[in-house]
């Protein structure tokens, strides 16, 4: 079977997704039987490549790397990625766009363009799920097709997965986590003696920051992940400004030495709890002691706890990814995807 | 569409699972269209119950609470769970008879007579898995029926599923944990002054230890667990006396006296590890400091960690589990095995 793809953003998880394809190509074929082509890829600054055949990746990438952009490849083009996305022949969309917390734009045109024409979509930006999740999945689920947002909390870990297709007739009755991993980095390094802004700089150094590190740092991208783990694992039908919000750009050294005298940690915790008929969305340093879970979750590792029904609670740890674990969430909802077409199914 | 079951073995997590199925039976009905029946129950020592009908569970329950036997009930038989297995009518079987790690009888007969009828199987019973896996999942394939266990390990957290389910084509490198809840409690308890005897007759008052504690404190059920996971998720192909194991019992109450002095725990850790063409498994006592992801993982709680190629590392914890874990375990095998039906596959 043929899979084709459109890949619309292409920055670095894009990028090692495709490596990964390049990488597990024969793994597919053997395995799968799958024949995964890339039709298009879609950029904001590097223009865009759209053909009717299957892209030469390893060439488009080393084309990339050379010279910072796709012009002078002959599938070049400057269509904009909504024209590709209605232009080209995937079967699949791979939505990589970056996120915007405010609106989701212009991830959630990407998705609604593809799903209107009857594309299967993946994404691992955060801004759909936790701006406009109900109204994606409904969407997707009229033109049958499938969406998939794995990497989108925790990068490859499975979570949305976890409950969905390991976990049945539980009801999540809450969750906590340290989600956000610039935030983790951070007062782990005040810890150690840095100055907020020392540390800042260092984490963007080793490319965990951002260059505007304040989607971080005020609690922007926790709260944009609970939002989403809360609007699919709890229905809650929330937005990120329906959290209430403190990120911890107002710790300071002193409060991390206080708890330390005391024993403690200080964690950015995000939490989904049920209060009443609604869902209360929280994002706030607090303080953790060696008997909780989250411990041990330093520098860029990150945790959920999920409290069910059934299954009591259960927590899920990911120890120091890269960008390779963002690009398998990619290929695990390609691959669940697949299956669930195989199946007849939606999910 | 109804299903109906023979249950083998009836002691607390047969029991628990009865329960639940009382318990979400509108659920079951409603959400899945599934209208569970249970046509057989068998117990080494309380008899057996045996009917072409769905047997009332609520009366079965409350009979056996209050008399102690099946005795006297209309469906009461003496006939051995063989015989029930090939004379009931059920779709499927579900084992829980308690583990000899030695022989893995009488479950791995259990399993094998309702694979040869055609019936489904999920066990609980982690004896099977560790002594025999290879064949039964071979007997399974050649009758075109399904074979789970996600209650073998860690209850009901998924482990087995998890891998199967969300993590497609990662290969697993490496398997770490705290897998048995026995030991960990007992070192915990001498952890806090109590002598290795006090603690373990304090885990027998809470129902965590058996009678006989050496399956436990000698590493006996670690390397049954070990062996479990590393024959499904790393195609091992061995037994439990391939482990080289070292339970607690050999612990003094100074060594972790010693330990706590450097800032360390005793855990009992059981591992895989590819070693050239072989897999090697142990479990043995270690120390681990406070930035280890086992460092929290105390009391009855257990944790595993997953060493992948292209997932990198997880590490699932399960706090505090009661009966209801393992019980909701056989219950998840159900429903996916049912899905599994649905959709025409094997797994």
Request: charge should be negative.
């Amino acid at each position: 079977v043929i899979l084709r793809l459109a890949i619309i953003g292409f920055g670095n998880v894009g990028q090692e997704f495709a490596r990964m394809l390049l990488l597990k190509r024969e793994w597919l074929l053997r395995s799968k039987g799958l024949d995964v082509e890339v039709l298009a890829i879609a950029t904001k600054t590097k223009g865009s490549l759209l053909s009717r055949t299957a892209l030469d990746l390893e060439k488009a990438l080393g084309h990339l790397k050379a010279s910072g952009t796709f012009e002078g490849l002959p599938e070049y083009c400057d269509l904009t990625p909504l024209k590709i996305i209605n232009h080209c022949d995937a079967d699949m969309m791979i939505e990589l766009t970056t996120l915007n917390v405010e609106t989701g734009q212009p991830a959630i045109d990407h998705i609604k363009a593809a799903l209107d024409v009857g594309m299967d979509v993946v994404t691992a930006n955060k801004g759909p799920v936790a701006l406009a999740f109900d109204e994606l999945r409904d969407r997707a689920r009229a033109r049958s097709v499938r969406f998939r947002f794995e990497g989108t909390v925790m990068d490859g870990t499975p979570i949305f997965n976890l409950v969905e297709r390991t976990l049945p007739g539980c009801r999540v009755i809450g969750l906590e986590g340290i989600l956000n991993s610039t935030s983790n980095f951070v007062i782990g390094e005040m810890a150690k003696g840095l100055s907020m802004d020392e540390a800042i700089r260092g984490a963007q150094a080793r490319g965990i920051a951002e260059e505007d590190p304040s989607l971080d740092i005020d609690g922007w991208d926790a709260a944009a992940k609970i939002t989403a783990l809360a609007n699919v694992l709890m229905d809650a039908n929330l937005t990120p400004r329906d959290v209430e919000r403190e990120g911890v750009r107002a710790v300071g050294s002193q409060d991390i030495k206080d708890a330390a005298e005391k024993g403690k940690k200080i964690k950015l915790i995000a939490m989904a709890a049920r209060s009443g008929d609604r869902i209360r969305l929280t994002v706030k340093p607090q303080t953790v002691g060696p008997d909780s879970v989250f411990w041990s979750v330093d520098g860029t590792s990150s945790a959920l706890r999920i409290q069910t029904d059934l299954m009591g609670d259960l927590t899920i740890v990911e120890s120091g990814p890269a960008t390779t674990q963002t690009a398998y969430a990619v290929f695990s909802d390609m691959l669940l995807t697949v299956e669930a077409i195989r199946a007849g199914t939606l999910c």
